[in-house]
């Protein structure tokens, strides 16, 4: 029973400075149609993770405009007692405040951190009658020292297709953790020209994973970033222009729920879900994703006169048939053909 859990952000561009949280922000995305500096709202969430066999699909749990992680975290954290937790989580996080944090609640957190990260062997065992202090490092882990560590070179499946790797990996003290024992593995991917990208650190501290888990479990952060796409383009989080934070938050969680319920109906394998499906012919296999359940749920709800429901006079939803109950209670039947 584990649960891996996602932190990340990104930054809806907005012009008003009145807009609840507008400010200047660095553009991390590097797109080239944009400024290195652009105004806007900076959103931070927090999505649960499901590994699929045709990939990893994000469910957005809670999301605020530039909060404390642990604001998240308290929210959040009683959904999933008693599971294994796994937290991934960015450079950007990876701090000591932040892991320990995390491990005072049992979590285990896997994350990129600088390459230059201070790290040490194990002390070396005292010698009967030494005098002085105990060491609490060994040796420090310089370059030449990665590089006569072994090189393993395999291929793994991750962000959807299948990529060649190579890395190096070792249990080591890390000095940032105050010497907490961690699972460090340098790896580089292959690009499409068949050269190498420059080497990442990536940290765990669960030693008990071996490096290719670590790896393939980080790979799962990709499905966050699908996330945040199709928040943007598809469900109306670029276009949430409300003036009140309350307001904002309001509508943009009621997105996310919208957005989590297509997620689900794409991981039932049920015939009503394949029905769904279908209306697409020139795709092989008719897969089941959440687009594809989306868009045949907008041509069904198209002709449902959801506007004119909404009374301005009590400023209240009314469907059609809405009668009250002896007890007060309210029934609605809506039929869609």
Not at 92 to 121: A, C, K, N, P
Not at 223 to 237: C, N, P, T, V, Y
Request: proline letters at 5%; aromatic letters at 10%.
């Amino acid at each position: 029973r584990r649960s891996i859990w996602w932190w990340d952000d990104t930054v809806v561009l907005r012009a008003s400075k009145k807009a609840p949280g507008s400010q200047i922000h660095h553009q991390h995305g590097n797109k080239p149609n944009l400024a290195a500096y652009v105004r806007g709202q900076c959103w931070v969430s927090l999505a649960w993770v499901i590994r699929r066999e045709r990939g990893c699909v994000a469910l957005p749990l809670l999301s605020r405009l530039v909060p404390a992680a642990g604001t998240l975290v308290r929210a959040v954290c009683q959904l999933l007692a008693g599971h294994k937790v796994r937290v991934l989580v960015d450079s950007w996080y990876m701090r000591r405040r932040f892991i320990e944090s995390m491990r005072g609640r049992g979590f285990h957190v896997i994350g990129q951190v600088r390459i230059d990260t201070r790290l040490y062997d194990a002390p070396p065992q005292r010698r009967p009658g030494q005098r002085g202090r105990p060491r609490k490092y060994g040796d420090k882990y310089t370059a030449r020292r990665i590089a006569h560590l072994k090189r393993t070179e395999t291929t793994l499946k991750l962000h959807g297709r299948e990529q060649v790797i190579r890395y190096r990996s070792k249990v080591l003290l890390a000095r940032f953790l105050d010497g907490l024992p961690v699972r460090v593995v340098w790896c580089e991917y292959r690009d499409g020209k068949g050269e190498w990208k420059k080497p990442r650190l990536l940290l765990s501290t669960d030693t008990c994973l071996t490096p290719e888990q670590v790896i393939e479990i980080y790979g799962q952060r990709w499905s966050i970033e699908s996330m945040f796409h199709q928040l943007k383009r598809a469900w109306g989080l670029k276009e949430a222009w409300q003036q009140h934070r309350q307001t904002l938050n309001r509508w943009v969680h009621l997105n996310q729920v919208g957005y989590g319920l297509i997620q689900l109906l794409s991981l039932l394998e049920s015939d009503a879900v394949q029905a769904l499906c279908r209306h697409s012919p020139w795709r092989q296999d008719h897969p089941v994703t959440g687009g594809q359940i989306r868009k045949e749920l907008l041509q069904i709800f198209r002709q449902v006169p959801v506007r004119q429901w909404w009374n301005r006079t009590c400023r209240k939803f009314e469907p059609p048939n809405w009668r009250g109950s002896e007890h007060g209670e309210a029934e609605a039947a809506i039929s869609l053909q």
